[in-house]
């Protein structure tokens, strides 16, 4: 593990490059996989895959139900179709289609949505979903991903080839630092950044790099931080909770996404079932985004560094 | 040549199947499950090159996708009687730790249903990916899905149908069973289809005509269809019926499209269809 306040960003990149990346190198190795689009090729950053392998490439135009019936179709017919738009469009636009058609029938679709959360920016509420990890996590037999940086997202790419179900791969638009380490992630394992005894702060998706900030913050205070990174929301890492909040004592929750249905509540759940510790959340609470730069909107929605600073804080003095 | 006789038997039978489903748990759909019981009888029994072991991906054969779930106690007689499943496992249609749901589903197993239908409208577009999954396997065999008229009030209907023209899947054939009837009532008092026939030749398709109720035409037209696969072009084939046709009581109305018979009703109906192949 490396110490907490050595953990730089290399560089800033969107988690969409990261996907696109990944969408790539998978297709490269793996002839079963296939890509739908719905009019976002340029956004998803797809181009690379379908410069290589234009017969696997199926531009459904604006047509979002359509695209999932067909991704659905693809699945029974062998293939692994990555079914890949705005995670507005990916999820809330096309619920039942997803839900009868995908989840209940069983189809190894793997719906890759970007531009979650407020940081899509100016676009406004109508684009910016704070909604999906809820949605899809609810959906019986669907796993539920949200990288946290260009690389992670890049490998959960590859990774979801591999695994036999739908899938729900989440990430954003902006530009955003890249500090994880390459071969560290794995479905449904937390990765920790930092071992401490004082609170436990978990993490998913952008606000990962907040909570990592946070956590210097605190380590330079002397407060121990046990700092993991929940990419994936389900299957949810149990064990790396309760082992973590056995040592802390509190908890705290940071992600770009409501409270209601993210992986706070997921948490949240886990610990009233099996050791009911202080817990804090970092989170939207029960409101829409605007538009706006995403920077400005991350501290306007209670998202920023400060924010899970100030909630660990909170954790602590509950114990 | 397809044996008219020995299909109108079977569809007999079908029928009877259709009407001791339903009635025995006071609920489901047999008007247009009767409706169509001419169609997918002539489908699987003289149309289809299709596998009698059950192979989710369909390779090398013709497959079938039913759109208009809730006609489940039609497809699941044909599928039983087609010998994908025990005949007698009918009984269990709607009943607790049953394969045979209310609306079709893939979740317990049951062979010969590939994706869960019953939310209206997603059939077609399924139906388009495994016939793209076809040509990308190089697999020249039939994509078949059966819609109802009501169901074309869906949105997603129509994303299918501007996709499948424009992308050239050609090993698609779309029925539609036109009989002019829904839940709430005709469907020129829900919402009205206008010129379906216009509609579906302005979005790209070769669209074919049938009596869905005349069993000879019905396998003539199938198979002309089938032929005309590999043109360029995706079939739609716009397909008559009777809703509840066999049983003189629920042809013509929207009355039985999802009402059970009761005792002495489901007799009558059972009087007026011949058991030919033996009840399960």
């Known amino acids: 593990m490396r110490d907490i306040l050595t953990i730089e960003a290399v560089e800033k990149k969107a988690t969409r490059d990261g996907f696109g990346q990944g969408f790539h190198e998978v297709a490269q190795s793996n002839s079963d996989v296939v890509g739908l689009c719905a009019d976002l090729v340029g956004s998803l950053k797809m181009q690379a895959f379908i410069k290589e392998f234009p017969e696997r490439f199926f531009q459904v135009g604006i047509a979002e139900a359509n695209m999932m019936g067909i991704a659905a179709g693809l699945a029974i017919g062998g293939k692994i179709p990555y079914a890949c738009t705005f995670a507005n469009f990916a999820t809330g636009r096309v619920y039942d289609q997803i839900r009868q058609s995908i989840a209940y029938s069983h189809k190894n679709v793997k719906i890759c949505a970007s531009h979650a959360g407020v940081t899509l920016g100016e676009d406004g509420a109508t684009h910016q979903i704070l909604e999906d990890i809820g949605l899809m996590k609810m959906l019986p037999g669907f796993t539920v991903i949200n990288p946290c940086d260009a690389q992670q997202t890049r490998e959960a790419a590859i990774a979801i080839a591999d695994h036999d179900g739908p899938c729900y791969l989440r990430f954003g638009r902006p530009g955003w630092p890249m500090f994880t380490e390459t071969g560290s992630f794995k479905i449904g394992k937390a990765i920790q950044f930092s071992e401490g005894s004082d609170v436990s702060i978990f993490a998913t998706g952008h606000l990962m790099w907040h909570a990592v900030e946070a956590s210097k913050k605190l380590v330079q205070e002397g407060i121990t931080v046990d700092l993991y990174n929940f990419h994936t929301i389900k299957p949810l890492d149990e064990e790396a909770i309760l082992e973590s909040i056995a040592k802390t004592g509190c908890v705290v929750t940071a992600e770009e996404h409501q409270r209601n249905g993210g992986l706070g509540d997921s948490v949240a759940q886990t610990i009233i079932r099996h050791n009911p510790v202080p817990m804090e959340y970092v989170a939207v609470n029960d409101s829409f985004g605007e538009s706006g730069k995403p920077a400005q909107l991350l501290t306007k929605y209670g998202l920023g560094i400060d924010d899970v600073y100030a909630a660990a804080k909170r954790a602590l003095t509950r114990k | ?280």
């Open chain 2, 1 to 280: 040549m397809a044996d008219i006789a020995e299909l109108k038997r079977i569809a007999s039978q079908v029928r009877r199947d259709i009407i001791r489903q339903v009635h025995a748990v006071s609920s489901g759909h047999p008007g247009g499950s009767l409706g169509c019981t001419d169609f997918m009888v002539a489908l699987y029994f003289a149309v289809m090159n299709h596998q009698q072991s059950f192979n989710m991906d369909g390779a090398n054969e013709d497959v079938f996708f039913l759109s208009n779930g809730h006609i489940s106690p039609l497809w699941y007689s044909v599928l039983a009687r087609s010998g994908y499943f025990p005949v007698k496992e009918l009984s269990t249609f709607r009943k607790l730790d049953s394969r045979l749901q209310g609306h079709p589903a893939t979740h317990e197993g049951l062979p010969g249903v590939r994706v869960a239908s019953g939310s209206l409208g997603q059939g077609i577009s399924v139906a388009i990916g495994v016939a793209l999954s076809k040509k990308l396997k190089g697999d020249t065999q039939t994509v078949f899905v059966l819609t109802g008229d009501g169901e074309l009030q869906e949105g997603q209907i129509w994303e299918a149908a501007l996709y499948a023209p424009h992308n050239k899947v050609d090993n698609l054939v779309v029925t539609v069973d036109w009989n002019g009837q829904q839940i709430d009532g005709a469907n020129d008092d829900v919402l009205s289809l206008g010129d379906l026939e216009a509609k579906w030749i302005a979005f790209g398709w070769d669209v074919m005509h049938m009596n869905g109720n005349d069993m000879e035409e019905v396998v003539n037209v199938l198979n002309e269809a089938k032929d005309k696969t590999g043109n360029g072009k995706p079939i739609c084939i716009l397909m008559k019926t009777e809703m509840g046709m066999g049983v003189d009581f629920m042809t013509g109305t929207h009355a039985w499209h999802g009402k059970a018979p009761n005792d002495e009703l489901a007799e009558k109906a059972l009087g007026q269809l011949e058991e030919t192949l033996g009840d399960y």
